[in-house]
């Protein structure tokens, strides 16, 4: 018997221009569409008459692109969530989203500006919606105020202890909202962590993920809680003594793997 299903469309690419104004606005996302509910035939008979093909929710995504705008990526996510789970069956519609932000170099010209994505995910039933967003790859790094030491040791330890270091990562950021929420505090809430990791003296990754995620929501009412994702992207201190130099904690090696995985919730 089949325990549980769900199928969709993934990776629809979108690219709208809004030429309304003589300063165009350009949107780049990447949508998935995931739909679950009374598709047990499907798999079981090969009965399709409950199947809405996921060519169809390509092209949904497309035409309700064309017929509204797009001010906040969260708000058409669930209008297309509203549209799915309206569908005969159809008993939670997931839909998702990557954002792509691209700079501005002119009314009509622009710069991708990074690895960075901002991400949008809705999550709907038939009796409510749930909202989440985020970022993902925010890279970050301060070359000092962040320190580790006085953690336990045993034989297996080599780290030293260290007060000043480079501390990088590259944060994953999500956060649930409140019912009818404000959209629109993305910024602050990117705002917030780039400026508590910054400013925050840091004992460990921990101590300043927990900043963080304080700062944003302190940030974002409309937010209920935060969880925070910061792989520690480490730079070793080069050994340079082999050369007859000295290294005052400036010449680096920057590694990728392995590395430390930091990860919390922080509630209101």
Not at 209 to 226: F, K, Q, T, V
Request: aromatic fraction near 8%; glycine fraction near 4%; proline fraction near 5%.
């Amino acid at each position: 018997m089949i325990a549980w299903n769900r199928y969709g469309k993934s990776r629809v690419r979108l690219v709208k221009v809004d030429r309304s104004a003589p300063t165009h606005r350009l949107v780049d996302l990447t949508i998935d569409v995931q739909l679950e509910g009374a598709f047990e035939r499907v798999y079981t008979d090969g009965d399709n008459a409950a199947c809405l093909p996921t060519d169809t929710m390509k092209n949904t995504v497309y035409a309700l692109a064309r017929q509204h705008p797009i001010d906040r990526v969260e708000t058409f996510l669930v209008r297309l969530a509203d549209h799915f789970i309206a569908k005969p069956g159809v008993a939670r519609a997931r839909i998702s989203a990557a954002e792509q932000p691209w700079g501005r170099l002119s009314d009509h010209a622009f710069v991708h500006a990074s690895g960075e994505q901002w991400t949008a995910l809705v999550v709907r039933t038939r009796e409510a919606a749930e909202i989440t967003s985020g970022i993902t790859n925010l890279v970050l790094l301060k070359t000092t105020d962040s320190a580790f030491s006085g953690f336990p040791r045993d034989e297996y330890t080599t780290l030293p202890d260290t007060r000043d270091r480079i501390l990088a990562t590259a944060v994953t950021a999500a956060w649930r909202y409140r019912p009818h929420a404000d959209f629109a505090v993305r910024d602050r809430i990117r705002s917030a962590l780039v400026e508590s990791f910054a400013a925050h003296v840091s004992e460990s990754v921990q101590h300043t993920l927990d900043a963080m995620g304080r700062a944003a929501l302190a940030a974002a009412p409309d937010a209920i809680e935060i969880t925070l994702t910061l792989p520690n992207r480490h730079h070793l201190l080069v050994d340079l003594s082999p050369f007859g130099l000295d290294n005052p904690n400036e010449i680096f090696v920057a590694t990728d793997q392995p590395f430390g995985l930091i990860e919390a919730t922080i509630t209101r």
